[in-house]
């Protein structure tokens, strides 16, 4: 689905992504991991069309879609969330999602003054689908809280619940689960299975919760420095030195899934 | 050849009026999140200030600056006090408005108290010297050395002091200053007073240059904006770069277009800059 | 019914220095009504009303003048960009006459105004012309023009290139300032010839500091002015001895005439000595147009008086100036027209409601403004 | 009689509310709605009323004249004019940010100014355009009446486009920009409508205030009729809220021009400078009514749910 | 003596109690970790603590002092820290500058205090000059405990610390924390990495909708099923 092929981009002296390359499988939860500051999330930047590359080419489909902006990828299918969560913080949580949906008719001026009435009619089944999307979450009580009232976890929530208002192929998660409750966490992660597997969403996740990786993700990409070191599926990583050395370490969080 | 060096020294000249009222700014425009429309009355109040010192007390205009920019520091202080304190919480550009309106009061009161027509520090005129083909007056030794020490004075103050560092982070997240303890009052109210002594003294020398005037101010504040963006806002050394850029760019331009635009150059400066540009010509930060 | 007379003046803004002598000017000339027995038995009343100088608040000025304080008749508003949409959306919809004593544009001279706006000075086509020709008479044969970006300022500059070209002078060059800078020396070196004496035409706020600097920078010693920056402020902050010998125009009645001796002394009486700025005497003579006209009438209604404006300048008619209402209403009572002669001079007005006028031709000796003589211009 | 004419001042007083209103709106549209921070009204507010005035004049050596088209013709170019020159305005600063923006824009109002000031062959210059005519003869009530169906038309548009995924869209980008396009939606264009739209409606306004005082000149765009008093309007009356939007037009609007009866308190002290003290009053009416209520008289309401009771 | 001791709280935003009569106390050199579902009001709670939300009923004491709804800044200086859970860093500015204005409330020699956090964060002293806005956001929350600690505190408020951290950082900053409070320094944390936190703790308290639930050592909590299964996700 994404071919991501020899990407490399610098700040200044910092050499934050190196020569990365490697496929996110169609139909696949591919899972990103690595130390803090290892190029994670630049790398979805890049992907995202948020900063270009300095070099490499990204594909989407077997088409090339490296510098593209942000919501030309959108439209392509390919949707992120944020490592910090990006909220409306001024509008409802409802009004959150049910920006979402792409191409609405009332998003057009002209259709809004000429139609006024198809477009309530499709804003009405966009508020539907949205509180659906709410329930799912159990949120559904917060649906006319400002987002900026969120809690921490909960605005993690609301962002993956924006990636469910749209019809992507493949969305990019950034750390879901920094934050959210352990309980709510299986939650989510369940959502994510079935997304996949009933929509057949194609995830990219990166994530530091080992437990989560492991349930979730196979393949798994492990990246330090900004290279890729290592990949596979997170029982063969456990055991590889490397991967200890540089990321899970040996106490007790790097084990936990294991045990 | 001379006309151009001629113009040049006017250029800069203005454009050390202009640095010093936009060093002000930028640093409100720093701290406070929003461009201060009565920054130019603060001039125009400071320069009526120093009008009154040296009637009343026969001194010099130089020995009355310092006593003007006290008293517009203190002026800038209570209106924050009383008017931008308690709407600092809410959006920018109720700040915005409301700077408007204190522009309205500030410049009433002058008319007011001072009355609205021309006066000046002193009367007749100053002969320059000729240096060559070049004439430069005394005052204007005076402007530029009054300007170059005050602009070294900020600058030992934001490098050598807890309180420049403050500034800064209170500009980039108001609640976290709180939480580590900076006294975000006293660092606003530092803000104004600079701000506010800073403009007074930008005003004092304009009108040893020209003359006072209610409006004098006002119609300076575009300029001021103009170097405030040129520099980028919230860096202090932009800002007189960009003053001395603006100033210069001003005069030379009456070499090329008719005068009529002249104030235009400077919007046209500031929108090219702001266009290819935008994080200001210099980098380098308080 | 008292007849009402508006004043539309601007109290605040850029002409304020004038607004305030201008109403002295129309207050005095009212005061002076009231005494000698008011209009139709019944003192005028005044109301002051603030353009700011703008024009949408001097709209809202004037319409409330007229609704609401119901007067009969306007003097105002000073500055042409004020005078002129007053004209065209209220008084001349409204039927008000309006008598501006002080815009010059020559725009207003073939306005579409129903015939309800008048004024008392002259265009500035004329004073070019009289200014041009003091120059010429002085023995000046090339000037540079600074002019202020305005109608005031480019109307003179347009029609003084004109006439002292024709006359044989040269214009060297010639350059509109905005107003409010802090520094014209780019400027003053722009049109600067090295020679060649300046023209500012302006007003002192700014052009106060135009002379400066033009001074200072070495850029003119020679001046020559227009009424504009006929203030005493100027000699008195710059000093006598480097305006000494400048000259200009402005316009003034033959300060010989009964007329305008009589405002002078009733000026100096009520306010002090009469301070060097124009538009006082025009706004006084406005104000005494509008109350003959009103005695004439025998109404108070604005198109009455509107018609009777022309009808106390009859040629053929009893010469009355204006200390003599108690008697020019006798007159008119007695049905002897008459043909009044203002402070500001004949005050006639053509079927544009435009005056010609007279020109003082002044100098700067000794740090005083002095008259030199004055004149009506060869047109 | 007495009170026919006593009526003439509402009806004149009000036909200035609404074109002040109808610029408002505009202004709501880009700050109230988008959040870009235009402080250069007057230039389209000029704009508008040149383009009028030029279309609807007869002809004339002074100025580029002689299209002598009827009143909706001139309004209707008022506002196609503004596209492109919105459009290109708009894309040129499309990167900016509140303060920056705020600052070109009102730059730029300074530029148009100028140019009308300068180009005499287009504008007759310093000496403004006289004898633009209203419609019809109609006189100052008839006038209030044309002015009404375009506030109220504008009103409608306005408030449609509010509550319509536009709107929502919009005050997505005011909020949070990379996440707007993070949704798929292009910021850019969005931006680049909200302040083209906005700006013909200001030009519209500009074009009904040509119409009204019939008499135009660079003098009536200056920054503080032609764009503060818009600002202070919008916030007054409560930016976001098209009804406080017109609250405040007619709010303000009374308030300048009562101080002048205020005045009228002055402190004996001070006579001679009643005027200085009248701006006083203007300002500190301002600052107590910024800071008794910030959020304006009508605060922003979030738009009704589509199905939610009226 | 407690170190903190909160009793009663009510608190919230525009008029909604969030936090309903909770209690919480940190004694000298106790660890303590707060754990609960989303939304529970944890961070309400350190809020409430530190002077940021009005607390409308009920009373905290700091060493003995009552200091109930004191303004936040005046906290730093009495020797709280308190890293809150989102935008804890000053973006614009360079770590070393982020660590040195940590230190505003309590000037004198910067050197030791900066070299201790160097030790602890290794990697910021590598990144001192870069804008603290353009790390990681891993790196940023190294950022944010280093400008806690550089005013020496008595007692360090930390919300979710561990968030966003790779597994070996968590270990490490887990091992930190431990390290920090046997300097004497109270700690009192919110986290979700519940299990470790709570291993280390001297006593967890469990908060649902504003109330406490269970209060125990942290073993004990951990041990307890019931906890597990609502609260730690089985
Ligand atoms: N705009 C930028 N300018 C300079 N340096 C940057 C910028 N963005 C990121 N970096 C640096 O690049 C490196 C990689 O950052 P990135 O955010 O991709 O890390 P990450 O793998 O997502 O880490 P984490 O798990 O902590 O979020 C970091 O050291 C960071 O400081
Ligand atoms: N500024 C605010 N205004 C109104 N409500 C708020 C505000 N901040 C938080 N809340 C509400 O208070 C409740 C508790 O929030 P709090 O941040 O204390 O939760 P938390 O326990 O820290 O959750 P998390 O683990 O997700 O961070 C939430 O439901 C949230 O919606
Ligand atoms: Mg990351
Ligand atoms: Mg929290």
């Known amino acids: 689905m994404i071919e991501i092929e020899r990407i490399s981009r610098a700040f200044g002296g910092l050499q934050a992504v190196r020569e990365v390359s490697f496929t996110v499988e169609t139909g696949s939860i591919t899972g990103l991991i690595g130390p803090n500051g290892a190029g994670k999330s630049t790398l979805f930047n890049i992907i995202a069309g948020e900063i270009p590359p300095n070099s490499g080419r990204i594909t989407l489909e077997g088409e090339d879609i490296t510098g593209l902006p942000t919501h030309a990828l959108f439209h392509k299918g390919l949707v992120r969330t944020f490592q910090i969560p990006h909220e409306f913080s001024r509008m409802t949580v409802r009004e959150n999602l049910m920006l979402v949906p792409a191409a609405q008719r009332g998003e057009t001026l002209l259709k809004s003054w000429l139609t006024w009435w198809k477009v309530i009619r499709e804003d009405r089944a966009i508020l539907r689908q949205a509180d659906e999307v709410l329930d799912f979450l159990e949120i559904g009580h917060l649906r006319d809280e400002l987002a900026g009232n969120l809690s921490g976890g909960q605005k993690k929530l609301l962002d993956l619940g924006r990636t469910m208002m749209t019809n992507a192929k493949a969305v990019l998660l950034d750390e879901p689960g920094a934050g959210v409750n352990r309980t709510l966490l299986g939650k989510l992660a369940e959502a994510i299975e079935r997304l996949n597997r009933e929509r057949g969403y194609t995830f990219c996740v990166i994530e530091h919760d080992m437990d989560l990786i492991a349930r979730l993700c196979d393949p798994v990409m492990v990246m330090a420095n900004g290279a890729l070191i290592a990949s596979g599926d997170m029982a063969t990583l456990r055991e590889n030195p490397e991967v200890r050395e540089a990321y899970l370490g040996t106490g007790a969080s790097g084990q936990a899934g294991a045990a | 050849m001379t006309e151009i060096a001629q113009l040049l020294i006017s250029g800069i000249l203005l454009g050390s009026i202009l640095a010093l009222g936009a060093v002000g700014a930028t640093m409100i425009f720093g701290v406070l999140r929003f461009a201060h429309f009565a920054h130019g009355d603060f001039m125009a109040i400071g320069a009526y200030f120093a009008l009154t010192v040296v009637t009343v007390f026969n001194l010099p205009v130089l020995a009355a600056l310092p006593v003007a920019m006290l008293m517009t520091a203190g002026l800038a202080v209570g209106i924050d006090q009383v008017v931008y304190r308690r709407i600092r919480r809410v959006q920018p550009v109720i700040l915005l408005i409301s700077s408007f309106a204190t522009a309205l009061v500030l410049r009433s009161l002058i008319q007011m108290i001072w009355g609205s027509s021309n006066q000046v520090y002193q009367t007749g005129i100053q002969m320059p010297w000729r240096i060559g083909p070049l004439t430069l007056k005394p005052d204007h030794l005076l402007i530029f050395a009054a300007a170059a020490v005050l602009v070294f004075l900020v600058h030992l103050f934001l490098t050598r002091t807890r309180m420049g560092k403050a500034m800064r982070a209170m500009s980039d997240n108001m609640d976290l200053a709180l939480i580590t303890g900076i006294p975000a009052d006293r660092v606003i109210m530092w803000t104004w007073a600079i701000g506010g002594a800073l403009a007074a003294a930008a005003g004092v020398l304009l009108g040893m240059d020209t003359r006072l005037h209610p409006v004098m101010g006002w119609t300076l504040l575009l300029p001021i904006f103009a170097a405030t963006i040129l520099g980028g806002i919230g860096r202090p050394y932009g800002a007189i770069v960009g003053g001395l850029v603006i100033g210069c760019a001003m005069e030379l331009s009456t070499l090329i277009i008719p005068s009529a635009y002249k104030p235009a150059v400077a919007f046209a400066i500031m929108v090219a800059t702001l266009i290819f540009r935008p994080q200001g010509i210099i980098r380098g930060s308080i | 019914e008292p007849l009402r007379v508006g004043a539309l003046m601007p109290m605040t803004g850029d002409l304020q220095a004038y607004g305030e002598s201008s109403r002295n000017g129309v207050e005095l000339a009212i005061e002076e009504i009231n005494a000698a027995g008011g209009v139709m038995g019944e003192p005028v009343e005044l109301e002051v009303s603030d353009t700011q100088t703008e024009p949408q608040a001097g709209v809202d000025a004037a319409q409330r003048l007229v609704s609401v304080d119901g007067v009969s008749a306007i003097v105002g508003a000073l500055s042409s960009g004020v005078t002129i949409p007053v004209a065209s959306s209220v008084t001349s919809s409204e039927g008000v006459p309006q008598i501006s004593n002080a815009s010059t544009s020559p725009v207003m001279t073939d306005l579409d105004d129903n015939d309800f706006l008048f004024r008392t000075v002259p265009s500035d086509a004329f004073q070019g012309i009289a200014l041009a020709e003091v120059a010429a008479e002085k023995g000046v044969d090339s000037a540079a023009v600074l002019y202020i970006n305005n109608d005031y300022g480019e109307g003179l500059a347009d029609a003084f290139e004109s006439a002292f070209e024709a006359a044989g002078g040269e214009v060297v060059d010639r350059s509109g300032y905005e107003p409010g800078q802090a520094s014209y020396r780019g400027d003053l070196s722009q049109v600067s010839d090295g020679e060649s004496p300046l023209l500012l035409i302006g007003y002192p706020e700014n052009g106060q500091t135009i002379l400066r600097q033009a001074l200072e920078g070495g850029h003119f010693t020679d001046f020559m002015f227009t009424d504009g920056m006929k203030s005493p402020q100027i000699v008195e902050n710059l000093g006598a001895q480097y305006l000494n010998g400048s000259f200009g125009t402005a316009a003034e009645a033959r300060d010989d005439t009964d007329a305008a001796q009589h405002f002078n002394s009733a000026y100096e009486a009520v306010y002090g000595e009469v301070p060097p700025v124009p538009y006082i005497d025009t706004a006084y003579d406005a104000a005494y147009l509008i109350s003959l006209a009103a005695v004439s009438a025998e109404s108070t209604e604005p198109a009455a008086i509107r018609d009777h404006l022309r009808a106390v300048n009859d040629p053929d008619g009893e010469t009355v100036g204006p200390g003599d209402f108690a008697e020019a209403v006798e007159l008119l009572e007695n049905g002897t027209a008459i043909n009044y002669q203002g402070a500001s001079g004949p005050v006639d007005f053509d079927d544009n409601g435009d005056v010609g006028g007279t020109f003082a031709h002044w100098e700067i000796q000794n740090g005083e403004y002095v008259t030199e003589r004055v004149f009506e211009p060869s047109l | ?310 | 003596m407690s170190l903190i001791k909160a009793e009663g709280l009510y608190a919230g935003y525009g008029g909604v109690d969030i936090l309903r009569g909770t209690r919480l106390r940190v004694e000298a050199d106790e660890i303590v970790v707060i754990v609960g579902p989303n939304g529970a009001g944890k961070s309400t709670a350190m809020k409430a603590l530190f002077g940021l939300v009005p607390i409308r009923e009920g009373q905290v004491e700091y060493m003995g002092e009552v200091i109930t709804n004191r303004p936040a800044e005046q906290m730093a200086s009495r020797g709280i820290a308190y890293v809150p859970q989102e935008s804890n860093v000053f973006p614009s500015l360079s770590v070393l500058e982020n660590l040195e204005l940590g230190a505003y409330a309590m000037p004198g020699d910067l050197g030791p205090r900066l070299e201790k956090v160097f030790e602890i964060f290794p990697k910021l002293r590598e990144r001192r000059q870069q804008a603290a806005g353009l790390m990681s956001g891993g790196e940023r929350q190294m950022v944010a405990m280093g400008r806690a600690l550089m005013i020496d505190p008595h007692l360090l408020m930390l919300d979710e610390p561990t968030a966003g951290l790779s597994p070996r950082l968590i270990d490490e900053t887990i091992a930190r924390i431990q390290e920090v409070n046997q300097l004497g320094i109270g700690v009192l944390m919110v986290e979700q990495n519940a299990r470790q936190a709570l291993a280390i703790a001297n006593r967890g308290y469990v908060l649902a909708t504003g109330e406490n639930r269970y209060e125990d050592s942290g073993p004990a909590l951990l041990a307890n099923p019931e906890v597990a299964e609502m609260f730690l996700g089985g």
């Open chain 4, 1 to 310: 009689m007495e009170w026919l004419s006593l009526l003439s001042y509402p009806l004149f007083f009000l036909n200035l509310v609404g074109i002040y209103a109808v610029l408002v709106l505009g202004l709501n549209m880009q700050w109230g709605m988008t959040g870009q921070f235009n402080i250069g009204i007057a230039g389209f507010f000029a704009v508008g009323a040149y383009t009028s005035a030029i279309l609807t004049t007869g002809p004339s050596d002074n100025w580029l004249g002689g299209f002598d088209l009827p009143f909706l013709a001139g309004i209707a170019g008022a506002v196609i004019v503004t596209i492109p020159i919105a459009w290109v305005i708009g894309r040129i600063t499309a990167r900016l940010r509140t303060d920056y923006l705020a600052i070109a824009t009102i730059g730029i109002a300074e530029i148009i100014r100028l140019f009308f000031l300068n180009e005499g062959w287009l504008s007759n210059g310093t000496r403004g355009i006289p004898g633009i005519d209203a419609p019809f003869d109609v006189g100052n009530a008839g006038y209030l009446l044309i002015v009404a169906v375009f506030v109220a038309g504008t009103y409608l548009l306005v408030e449609i486009a509010r509550r319509s995924p536009w709107g929502r869209v919009l005050r997505a980008i005011r909020d949070n920009e990379a996440a707007t396009a993070a949704a798929g939606k292009d910021v850019a264009r969005f931006r680049l409508e909200a302040f083209v739209v906005g700006s013909c409606i200001m030009a519209l306004g500009g074009g009904l205030y040509a119409h009204f005082v019939g008499f135009i000149s660079p003098e009536a765009f200056r920054p503080l009729y032609g764009t503060f008093l818009v600002w202070v309007m919008l916030i007054a009356g409560g930016s976001g809220n098209n009804r406080g939007a017109l609250l405040g037009a007619l709010v303000v609007w009374i308030i300048w021009s009562s101080t002048e009866v205020l005045a009228d308190l002055m402190p004996t002290a001070l006579i001679g400078s009643e005027s200085a003290f009248r701006i006083f009053l203007i300002g500190v009416l301002l600052q107590i009514i910024l800071v008794s209520r910030p959020q304006g008289l009508l605060p922003e309401k979030r738009p009704r749910m589509p199905g939610e009771g009226r």
